[in-house]
């Protein structure tokens, strides 16, 4: 862990990942990279260079990825790992997190959300505000958890898929990678195959 952390991402995602930050008094400074080059600060701090410049800070540093689009997300974080970056968990200090929970790098906890006990939650996810997420689930990496989002027991989210504000996730189901679930949506058995999925119980209505 470095004393200075840089944020990719200076709008909404970017700055509640900054606001979180501010609140765990853990770096002292705080910075951003943003390719709006209209945009010289964001929630009172500078924004420094492009997301392209993130390589030139790697030795002064921590980086974080503050971006909502999984597929970028993943692909900046990727890049900034193989040129060894140190990539920073951030957890709102209103968050609730269980005993024997695992979280990997470059993963967000906002306020209000619940990770109760034996749940893995991989690299890079967004586990967004007043989610609740029960025992022994598994999130895999690049996964959004939106917004009041509530995961039953032993559910299996699969790699970036994204869980629309408010829906819900019955017990023991696993969602497939790249899926698409809508807001308020409940899902009620397995989802095998990718797609966009909405509806009570859902249906899929795009590939």
């Known amino acids: 862990m470095k004393n200075n952390l840089l944020i990719i991402g200076a709008s909404g995602h970017g700055k509640v990942v ?43 540093y921590d980086i974080f990825v503050g971006i909502g689009n999984n597929t970028i997300r993943e692909k900046l974080q990727e890049e900034l790992e193989a040129l060894g970056a140190s990539i ?44 609740t997420i029960d025992h022994d689930n598994s999130i895999g990496d690049y996964a959004h958890i939106s917004p009041g989002a509530h995961l039953a027991g032993t559910v299996k989210v699969g790699q970036r898929s994204w869980l629309g504000i408010g829906s819900i996730v019955s017990n023991n189901v696993k969602i497939t990678s790249g899926c698409k679930v809508g807001a308020g949506a409940v899902v009620v058995k397995d989802i095998t195959e990718a797609g966009t999925y909405v509806g009570v119980p859902v249906r899929r209505v795009k590939k």
Do not use: R
């Open 18 to 60: 900054a606001d979180i930050a501010f609140k765990m008094n853990k770096w002292n400074s705080i910075a951003f990279l943003d390719d709006d080059q209209t945009l010289y600060s964001s929630m009172g701090k500078s924004i420094i260079g492009k997301s392209s410049d993130a390589k030139t800070y790697i030795n002064y």
């Open 88 to 131: 920073p968990i951030l957890i709102h200090p209103n968050a609730v997190i269980g005993d024997q929970v695992e979280l990997e790098s470059g993963t967000v906890v906002m306020a209000g959300a619940i990770i109760n006990c034996c749940t893995k939650i991989g690299k890079g996810c967004i586990i967004n505000t007043g989610t």
